[in-house]
């Protein structure tokens, strides 16, 4: 018996976009059908005539309830925590979102995992996991740690090759522990997510910057730079191919350096997956120039007309997997706080039009076909980062997480009636299509533009990396 029938959409199954209903029964999907097939065997049926069925969509890089660093304070506000984001999330069709657990202080990961689960649960509308994060010198039982935190399911680790800004010192994790990290994660079963960027190349920038009395936020792209990148992932991926076993995802690139890293790494056979972030994709260093230009900047930096191209081909060549928001929801006021290249806040609000816009710049703009559009925006981040096959894919076991994307009127981005912050980079974009109804499990969370889910409905996911997508190039 199924509970729910959704008849007459677009389905965007593994093989291809087509014409069917799907049953759903308890919190899975149940059946797939042809058109009709599945009528009347349901207690409810949700039309979806003239829209695009997708899986729910992944947003893998958030940051929710986090420190930003405020200029000239020591005390840092915190972003807007799991219960505004995870709405913003669901009212714009993304159901799953992986935050960070951050290992401070004398905390274990095992301690600093427990931390955030306490924070998260029943504080989060959608379903959520953590990257481990670990910074600074590591302690020599850290890898250890670490290899139980992947068995528990917490199947990525977050490292920075750099403090990112001079005033933020201890981000980054010596390359050595980077080593015993990765050699740590292969033995597991975990993957390494990187923030890679040369520090000696970004300080030297911010002191050759700072000489020269440029030190407004708008030079960004001339600190966190593309040769940094370029060094930084090439090491990255250098060390890791002496590690049998060693898998990479690569957060955020914004260079066509970094795409050719990867590109390069791919055709060697390595397992190298990449994340862009929807800004890069829809911003250069250009647009730092305009009012509140704050508004598009997230570490490392935008880059430029070239590197927009790169990024581009990269989501549709192979080299790029992801498009992520590294989500940071703030007030306006505090993203136009910082003005410097050393102290600009970084991430971005955007979690609500994501899924939206990379419809909109892919499919429509660019002429992608919907599987493309949908791994991007989900299936790709659950393969990677270890949530397939429970999510991002409509087929039968799998969670009943379901977007219905209404392309039969175009939707005008703003802040205003969105979710998240009052403001958004996106204000005014004009895009293909919204979601009409989101579904969680089974449970209808947003319908029409009302939120029915509460702030119980949110699961922890424990991850676990297929061996296949950390032994080759397998997404
Ligand atoms: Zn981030």
Redesign the pocket.
């Given at each position: 018996m199924l509970d729910t029938v959704i008849t007459g959409g677009n389905a965007v199954l593994p093989t291809g976009a087509v014409a069917a209903d799907i049953g759903i029964a308890g919190d899975k999907i149940a059946a797939i059908g042809a058109p009709g097939q599945l009528a009347g065997l349901a207690g409810r049926t949700i039309d979806a005539s003239g829209q695009i069925v997708i899986p729910g969509g992944i947003d893998p890089?958030v940051?929710c309830r986090w420190p930003m660093p405020t200029p000239g304070q020591t005390q840092h506000n915190l972003t807007d925590g799991p219960d505004r984001v995870s709405q913003a999330a669901l009212f714009g069709g993304t159901t799953t979102m992986l935050d960070?657990a951050l290992v401070d202080g004398d905390n274990t990961v095992q301690q600093a995992i427990e931390r955030r689960q306490k924070e998260w649960a029943s504080d989060c509308y959608c379903d959520y996991g953590f990257h481990v994060m670990v910074q600074g010198a590591l302690e020599h039982t850290v890898p250890d740690q670490i290899a139980e935190a992947v068995q528990g399911g917490h199947a990525s680790v977050k490292m920075f090759t750099t403090d990112i800004t001079p005033s933020r010192k201890g981000r980054m994790v010596p390359f050595g522990s980077i080593w015993e990290v990765l050699k740590s994660l292969a033995k597991s079963g975990g993957i390494a997510a990187i923030?890679a960027e040369d520090n000696d190349i970004v300080m030297h920038m911010y002191d050759k910057l700072t000489r020269e009395g440029r030190t407004g936020f708008e030079n960004m792209a001339e600190v966190h730079n593309t040769l940094s990148e370029d060094l930084a992932f090439n090491r990255v991926i250098r060390l890791a191919a002496n590690i049998e076993g060693s898998a990479l995802y690569m957060?955020?690139t914004s260079a066509a350096t970094g795409v050719r890293a990867i590109a390069t790494a791919r055709g060697n056979g390595t397992p190298i997956y990449g994340e862009t972030l929807h800004q890069y994709l829809m911003y250069t260093a250009e647009d730092y120039k305009k009012p509140n230009g704050q508004i598009y900047h997230?570490?490392p930096s935008l880059k430029y007309a070239e590197d927009h191209a790169a990024l581009w081909g990269g989501t549709n060549h192979g080299a790029i997997q992801c498009v992520a928001t590294?989500e940071?929801c703030c007030p306006l006021k505090y993203k136009l706080q910082g003005n410097r290249i050393d102290d600009t806040t970084?991430?971005n609000a955007g979690v609500e039009p994501r899924v939206s816009l990379i419809y909109t710049e892919t499919v429509e703009k660019r002429g992608y076909d919907l599987t493309q559009f949908v791994n991007l925006v989900s299936t790709n981040a659950s393969k990677i980062l270890g949530l397939y096959p429970r999510k991002g894919v409509l087929a039968v076991g799998s969670d009943a997480d379901i977007v219905l994307l209404d392309t039969r009127q175009r939707h005008t981005v703003r802040a205003a009636d969105m979710h998240e912050a009052d403001y958004s980079p996106w204000e005014d974009r004009d895009l293909a299509c919204w979601p009409s109804l989101t579904m969680l499990r089974g449970k209808v969370m947003v319908e029409s533009g009302s939120l029915k889910g509460a702030l119980s409905d949110g699961t922890f996911l424990s991850r676990k990396v297929a061996d296949e997508v950390r032994s080759r190039p397998a997404v």
């Amino acid at each position: 018996m199924l509970d729910t029938v959704i008849t007459g959409g677009n389905a965007v199954l593994p093989t291809g976009a087509v014409a069917a209903d799907i049953g759903i029964a308890g919190d899975k999907i149940a059946a797939i059908g042809a058109p009709g097939q599945l009528a009347g065997l349901a207690g409810r049926t949700i039309d979806a005539s003239g829209q695009i069925v997708i899986p729910g969509g992944i947003d893998p890089h958030v940051h929710c309830r986090w420190p930003m660093p405020t200029p000239g304070q020591t005390q840092h506000n915190l972003t807007d925590g799991p219960d505004r984001v995870s709405q913003a999330a669901l009212f714009g069709g993304t159901t799953t979102m992986l935050d960070f657990a951050l290992v401070d202080g004398d905390n274990t990961v095992q301690q600093a995992i427990e931390r955030r689960q306490k924070e998260w649960a029943s504080d989060c509308y959608c379903d959520y996991g953590f990257h481990v994060m670990v910074q600074g010198a590591l302690e020599h039982t850290v890898p250890d740690q670490i290899a139980e935190a992947v068995q528990g399911g917490h199947a990525s680790v977050k490292m920075f090759t750099t403090d990112i800004t001079p005033s933020r010192k201890g981000r980054m994790v010596p390359f050595g522990s980077i080593w015993e990290v990765l050699k740590s994660l292969a033995k597991s079963g975990g993957i390494a997510a990187i923030h890679a960027e040369d520090n000696d190349i970004v300080m030297h920038m911010y002191d050759k910057l700072t000489r020269e009395g440029r030190t407004g936020f708008e030079n960004m792209a001339e600190v966190h730079n593309t040769l940094s990148e370029d060094l930084a992932f090439n090491r990255v991926i250098r060390l890791a191919a002496n590690i049998e076993g060693s898998a990479l995802y690569m957060l955020h690139t914004s260079a066509a350096t970094g795409v050719r890293a990867i590109a390069t790494a791919r055709g060697n056979g390595t397992p190298i997956y990449g994340e862009t972030l929807h800004q890069y994709l829809m911003y250069t260093a250009e647009d730092y120039k305009k009012p509140n230009g704050q508004i598009y900047h997230t570490y490392p930096s935008l880059k430029y007309a070239e590197d927009h191209a790169a990024l581009w081909g990269g989501t549709n060549h192979g080299a790029i997997q992801c498009v992520a928001t590294d989500e940071i929801c703030c007030p306006l006021k505090y993203k136009l706080q910082g003005n410097r290249i050393d102290d600009t806040t970084g991430g971005n609000a955007g979690v609500e039009p994501r899924v939206s816009l990379i419809y909109t710049e892919t499919v429509e703009k660019r002429g992608y076909d919907l599987t493309q559009f949908v791994n991007l925006v989900s299936t790709n981040a659950s393969k990677i980062l270890g949530l397939y096959p429970r999510k991002g894919v409509l087929a039968v076991g799998s969670d009943a997480d379901i977007v219905l994307l209404d392309t039969r009127q175009r939707h005008t981005v703003r802040a205003a009636d969105m979710h998240e912050a009052d403001y958004s980079p996106w204000e005014d974009r004009d895009l293909a299509c919204w979601p009409s109804l989101t579904m969680l499990r089974g449970k209808v969370m947003v319908e029409s533009g009302s939120l029915k889910g509460a702030l119980s409905d949110g699961t922890f996911l424990s991850r676990k990396v297929a061996d296949e997508v950390r032994s080759r190039p397998a997404v």
